[in-house]
């Protein structure tokens, strides 16, 4: 596995120390208020393990699953819910945790989904930022690191399901890539 990939562009060390810095601030503004964490699955899975260890405050936390309709590489914005939360979100703050946000699109429809809901707010946490290929208007309120227009994996991120255990965000060789059209 390891002779595929050609460049890290987030070590491991910088993920953690994102995850610590994104914890603290999150802890320090949720003080006092009842907060549900919910972890958009699957790529969001091993930020949102670091992330609810670096949170000091009680927490509710949920999933979601969700898929883009139709052609993923060319994303319509409309999103297939998989697997819903299954907490009452009515009167609560929400975050909504993601690895990474690119045309903002998946973002933008759970926001407006969730916040139809009733709770007292919606607010987004992601771990990575590619704001390059940003279609719409998204409000990230805790982001963590940018990076450029690259198609990644690892620390969740996937290329055909595959990789999300790599402990770096990486960027493979393209040797890997036998169908484009699964690079979302
Ligand atoms: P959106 O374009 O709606 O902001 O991004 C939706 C999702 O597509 C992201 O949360 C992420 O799971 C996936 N995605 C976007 N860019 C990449 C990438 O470079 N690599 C991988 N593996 N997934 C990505
Ligand atoms: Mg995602
Ligand atoms: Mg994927």
């Known amino acids: 596995m390891i002779n595929q ?9 910088e993920l953690k120390n994102n995850a610590k810095e994104l914890g603290k601030r999150i802890s320090s503004d949720y003080e006092g208020k009842e ?5 958009v699955l699957k790529g969001g899975v091993v930020f949102f393990a670091d992330l609810i260890r670096e949170i000091t405050i009680p927490i509710d936390v949920d999933f979601i699953s969700v898929s883009s309709y139709g052609n ?4 319509s914005g ?10 009452d979100i009515t009167n609560k703050h929400v975050l909504i945790v993601e690895d990474l946000v690119d045309t903002g699109l998946t973002l933008h429809y759970l926001k407006s989904m969730f916040e139809a809901r009733g709770p007292k707010d919606v607010k987004i946490c992601t771990a990575l930022d590619k704001p390059s290929r940003r279609k719409v208007d998204l409000e990230i309120d805790y982001k963590g690191i940018t990076i450029p227009d690259k198609f990644v994996v690892g620390y969740g991120l996937d290329y055909a399901e595959k990789y999300r255990n790599l402990p770096d965000v990486c960027v493979l060789d393209s040797s890997v890539y036998t169908d484009k059209e699964d690079m979302d």
């Open 5 to 13: 990939i050609k460049e890290i562009l987030v070590t491991r060390e």
């Open 35 to 39: 907060l549900v964490l919910i972890g």
């Open 78 to 87: 409309v999103v297939r819910i998989i697997k819903d939360i299954d907490i």
């Open 72 to 75: 993923s590489t060319k994303s």
